[in-house]
T-cell receptor, first 113, second 108 residues
Framework: ETGVTQTPRHLVMGMTNKKSLKCEQH?????MYWYKQSAKKPLELMFV???????ENNSVPSRFSPECPNSSHLFLHLHTLQPEDSALYLC????????????FGSGTRLTVV | GQNIDQPTEMTATEGAIVQINCTYQ??????LFWYQQHAGEAPTFLSY??LDGLEEKGRFSSFLSRSKGYSYLLLKELQMKDSASYLC?????????WGAGTKLIIKP
């Protein structure tokens, strides 16, 4: 148990489906992050939330829609994805933005068919 | 641009020593991290260097040279459980810039 929990661990979805990824942390952290991890590529930062407010969107396509209802929960809503979106999606948290001591979740392995 | 380079894959023998290098070019520097990531699991923190020199933590050590933009992770007395990917990341102006990771394969 890393302190950051992601569900589901694995997800297979069609290009017309709508699904959501969930991330939860009870570490008392104020910042939460979504990353995309593709094979043999660096981690790609997608979204950053600080105290529930989105502070960064790294030019992510609108088919990815984040939601942060409170400092402990973060969602990534997915719709009309493409096969190239297949990847490991990692959630992380830190005390606050600017504190780069991250705790990561185990990720959701997403396959788009 | 900002860039971090590390080897894609390395192979070593159980009981031996291996050094994983990381070179970086970033606009800012507030420290360098090493993370370990087993397949299908979360990246977990190994080390953080902000000053030049060697930091030792059990079987693992991490070295930093800021003037050379260079770091390495040294793993001693390798065990099969050390088979994993090792990610190098630089805190550049309080944002993490990541390398693509080095997959370490340990052979008996």
């Amino acid at each position: 148990e890393t302190g950051v929990t992601q569900t589901p661990r694995h997800l297979v979805m069609g290009m017309t489906n709508k699904k959501s990824l969930k991330c939860e942390q009870h570490l008392g952290h104020n910042a939460m992050y979504w990353y995309k991890q593709s094979a043999k590529k660096p981690l790609e930062l997608m979204f950053v939330y600080n105290f529930k407010e989105q502070t960064e969107n790294n030019s992510v396509p609108s088919r990815f829609s984040p939601e942060c209802p409170n400092s402990s929960h973060l969602f990534l809503h997915l719709h009309t994805l493409q096969p190239e979106d297949s990847a490991l999606y990692l959630c992380a948290s830190s005390q606050d933005v600017g504190n780069t001591g991250y705790t990561f979740g185990s990720g959701t392995r997403l396959t788009v068919v | 641009g900002q860039n971090i380079d590390q080897p894609t894959e390395m192979t070593a023998t159980e009981g031996a020593i291996v050094q994983i290098n990381c070179t970086y070019q970033t606009s800012g520097f507030n420290g360098l991290f090493w993370y370990q990531q087993h397949a299908g699991e979360a990246p977990t923190f190994l080390s953080y260097n902000v000053l030049d020199g060697l930091e030792e933590k059990g079987r693992f050590s991490s070295f930093l040279s800021r003037s050379k933009g260079y770091s390495y992770l040294l793993l001693k007395e390798l065990q099969m459980k050390d088979s994993a990917s090792y990610l190098c990341a630089v805190d550049s102006n309080y944002q993490l810039i990541w390398g693509a990771g080095t997959k370490l394969i340990i052979k008996p």
